[in-house]
């Protein structure tokens, strides 16, 4: 009789184990030592973004340095540039990866005509920042889940909700957690109200991927809650909660897996 007194996991088995099997998958391949070692929480503070003044562009252009940066992903040669009305995002161009794509020895080069990987946003998103900073996150993790060397759990059917994971893997969980529903507002009354999703996560699964990152991180609760939306906040706790109790043996896997990125000798493009 007791076991009804036993909180209900937030999600059902096969979805629980897709996260961990996603996060064994990117320790794996973008490097244990990085994530460990140099991948930080990144918060919407000024601490990570104390950039102020210029064009919305130039704002934008900034961030995403900072983006880029953060990711571990400075080699990457990229080009950022807003979306006019009706226009849409130029492909991804060819991109060969050496043995290192994340980190101070990334290794990358982009082929075709393009000088670099091209970055789209949307200007009106300069004045949601938290958003922006979310869809630079989700655009590097899409270009580096192509860099992996195996392929992710779940295939190309379950890619998007992977690069989601690996943005938060990146250490931009609050980002996308608290912008993964975003309410936009049309009309000078403002009075046309919908809801936009800014990833394949829901709300809900990317404050349980944010909890992996800070309970494998051993960054506490107080750190984190703060700069997460209010109503995420007792989600973020229940499955940091669940994570340490239920899921310990899943988090000393990860905790164990020893695969660091190291450039090998003819191992570039």
Request: aromatic share 10%.
């Amino acid at each position: 009789m007791f076991g009804l007194f036993r909180s209900k996991p937030l999600f059902d088995e096969g979805s629980t184990q897709w996260f961990f099997d996603t996060y064994s998958w990117a320790l794996r391949n973008f490097g244990s030592d990085i994530f460990h070692e140099d991948t930080l929480l990144v918060t919407p503070t000024d601490r990570f973004f104390p950039d102020r003044g210029g064009s919305a562009e130039e704002r934008a252009v900034s961030a995403f340095d900072r983006v880029r940066a953060y990711a571990g992903m400075e080699g990457w040669p990229c080009e950022v540039a807003a979306l006019a009305p009706g226009m849409t995002p130029s492909p991804a161009p060819p991109v060969e990866f050496g043995a290192a794509p994340r980190g101070p020895q990334a290794v990358v080069s982009v082929g075709g005509e393009g000088r670099g990987i091209p970055v789209a946003f949307d200007p009106a998103l300069v004045r949601k920042p938290q958003a922006l900073i979310a869809i630079f996150a989700q655009q590097l993790a899409f270009h580096l889940g192509r860099a992996a060397r195996e392929g992710s759990p779940g295939g190309d059917e379950l890619f998007g909700p992977t690069t989601d994971l690996l943005a938060v893997f990146m250490g931009f969980g609050l980002f996308q957690a608290n912008s993964a529903l975003t309410v936009c507002r049309s009309g000078c009354s403002g009075c046309a109200v919908s809801v936009q999703a800014l990833g394949y996560l829901t709300e809900e699964e990317f404050a349980y991927a944010l909890a992996i990152f800070c309970v494998m991180k051993k960054i506490p609760a107080g750190e984190v809650e703060p700069h997460l939306k209010k109503t995420l906040r007792p989600i973020f706790r229940k499955a940091a909660k669940e994570i340490t109790t239920s899921r310990a043996e899943e988090i000393r896997h990860l905790s164990e897996l020893d695969h660091p990125l190291k450039v090998r000798a003819g191992d570039t493009p």
